[in-house]
């Protein structure tokens, strides 16, 4: 290493540290007052980097970028409390792909743990673009979808893998991925994943990395958990906080509306059509379908969340939503953090949420930078006191009151939004009361009525073989079919002659015999 490489690094060292010290405390502030316009290759970000953001569409940096991009450069670790939709995406992923190294197969060099299908999912689309610009791979580990996919992927080779905790610690209990050689960690909704029990899964996960690894984490909050979790396996972290300490719900507007169980789903459906688009978060997943269904009964089209939903499903009522194809989201807490998506004007409760923290998640959905919403509460009698805690967790005072729709803002038209179709949702899965399949009443669409027989095609009103269209034959005068009669027409006197056990109990001497011998009493 030469004297001007060393000059080049102390020089790189030292305007990053100065560009850090100038985010932290203000860059505007500085220079005599005069705004200070940052950009990407401000933050010591390569030409190539910054050429793979703007072809991406991003031009510039945000506020939890500009504070975090620096440090996280030099190879510090990094505790950041900012909130969802922020920018914490390219915040992490920007300083990561740059630093990271070539993986091999089964042996990746960057992770990030996030605690959904997805958070993970959402997090691969935004870096995988810029990755294939640096010719970088980037693969998705979660569960829902199959293990052999998954694992031909890693043996050809990943550098960074976005895994949630289960699927990974499944995949290195196989020893198909190992995190030895894992250079840099990253945690994203810490919070989220110590409410969700995977503390421990993550901290035996951090076990399994590399020793000199680069630990980073993004949390909503930083609660004791992640306190823990920083204390242990982060080394001298610059804490960064964004934002307000708390998740407002102040800029919503609420709505504590007082009703019996079996209007729940009619003031749902006519919330929604009032305010817009919206999230209706349940407590089980037996709940969600349960009201999903009466939603569509309602004539609202909606798409279902929850855990125990594939992947795929899920993934294509996300994508249903954002496209504006359909009302409403039913879903669990699952759906309640992590996810960036817009367009959400409601939010229903149409089962109380555990605490005031997820009613926070819940109701965040909505109005979100700097927008409005409508949250509406469905109370009912019994649940009145459970309410008042929330309301005094979040620091809300709402009286409960009857529904009155006439409070409720409208911030979009959904009328253009087509009602559900005949058979209500997931109708292909759904099956008639023989057990077939219910393909909206065109089960015989693609199919001939008669199919194949004897290796001939037997079409109803079609031309039909000289030897009858009934097996047979000729037997018994006019029972054989007529070429070009059609549907062979039945002849009783014509029937195969019964014997015991051909038709139990079906006229004949077959009344008093049967296949067991049962005698009559």
């Not at 560009?19 to 990407?40: D, E, P, Q």
């Not at 042996?107 to 605690?115: F, N, Q, S, Y």
């Not at 959402?122 to 580990?141: C, E, F, R, T, Y």
């Not at 009155?404 to 009361?433: A, T």
Request: with cysteine; charged share 30%.
């Amino acid at each position: 290493m030469g004297p001007y490489h060393l000059k080049f690094v102390s020089s790189a060292y030292f305007f990053n540290s100065l560009l850090s010290i100038l985010n932290r405390y203000g860059s505007r502030a500085c220079f005599g007052g005069r705004g200070v316009k940052v950009r990407f290759s401000d933050l010591g970000i390569s030409p190539q980097m910054c050429h793979e953001l703007k072809r991406a569409g991003f031009d510039e940096p945000f506020e939890v970028q500009r504070e975090t991009i620096p440090d996280m450069m030099l190879g510090r670790d990094v505790c950041c409390r900012a909130p969802t939709g922020s920018g914490k995406t390219l915040a992490f992923g920007i300083p990561m792909l740059e630093r990271v190294g070539r993986g091999e197969p089964s042996l990746p060099k960057a992770l990030i743990l996030t605690p959904t299908r997805e958070l993970a999912e959402q997090i691969h689309g935004v870096l995988d673009p810029i990755a294939w610009g640096l010719n970088l791979k980037v693969m998705s580990i979660y569960g829902g979808v199959s293990y052999s996919k998954q694992i031909r992927r890693l043996d050809r080779g990943v550098d960074v893998v976005v895994a949630c905790p289960g699927r990974l610690l499944d995949l290195i209990d196989r020893e198909n991925v190992f995190l030895d050689e894992v250079e840099i960690v990253i945690l994203d909704e810490a919070d989220r994943m110590a409410d969700m029990g995977f503390t421990e899964p993550v901290c035996q996960i951090l076990e399994e990395c590399s020793p000199k690894r680069q630990t980073i984490m993004f949390s909503a909050t930083l609660d004791d958990e992640v306190a823990e979790i920083r204390d242990k396996y982060q080394a001298d972290p610059q804490i960064i906080e964004i934002g307000p300490e708390e998740v407002s719900v102040t800029e919503m507007n609420h709505h504590f509306w007082l009703m019996p169980n079996s209007m729940k789903s009619r003031i749902s459906a006519e919330a929604i059509r009032k305010s817009g688009r919206g999230f209706i978060f349940c407590r089980t997943r037996a709940g969600v379908e349960r009201v999903a269904d009466e939603m569509e009964d309602e004539g609202l089209r909606v798409t279902s969340i929850h855990g125990g939903m594939p992947q795929k499903k899920r993934s294509r009522a996300v994508d249903d939503f954002t496209e504006g194809r359909c009302h409403a989201i039913v879903a669990t807490d699952v759906a309640a953090r992590g996810l960036d998506i817009k367009g959400v004007h409601c939010v229903v409760h149409y089962d109380p949420p555990e605490n005031g923290k997820a009613f926070k998640h819940r109701s965040g959905r909505t109005a979100r930078a700097g927008g409005s919403g409508n949250v509406i509460s469905l109370v009912q009698n019994p649940q009145k006191k459970k309410w008042s805690t929330i309301q005094k967790e979040v620091g809300l005072n709402i009286k409960f009151s009857t529904p009155e729709f006439n409070e409720v803002i409208q911030h979009e038209d959904i009328s253009h939004i087509q009602p559900p179709g005949r058979g209500g949702r997931n109708s292909r899965q759904r099956k008639d009361r023989r057990g077939r399949p219910n393909n909206g009443g065109n089960r015989n669409r693609n199919k001939k009525h008669y199919g194949r027989r004897n290796g001939r095609d037997d079409t109803r009103g079609g031309n039909r073989d000289s030897r009858g269209g009934k097996r047979g034959g000729n037997r018994g005068g006019n029972s054989g079919g007529r070429r070009g009669s059609g549907k062979p027409k039945f002849d009783r006197s014509s029937r195969p002659p019964k014997g015991p056990g051909r038709s139990r109990g079906r006229g004949g001497d077959n009344k008093r015999k049967s296949r067991n011998n049962h005698s009559r009493r």
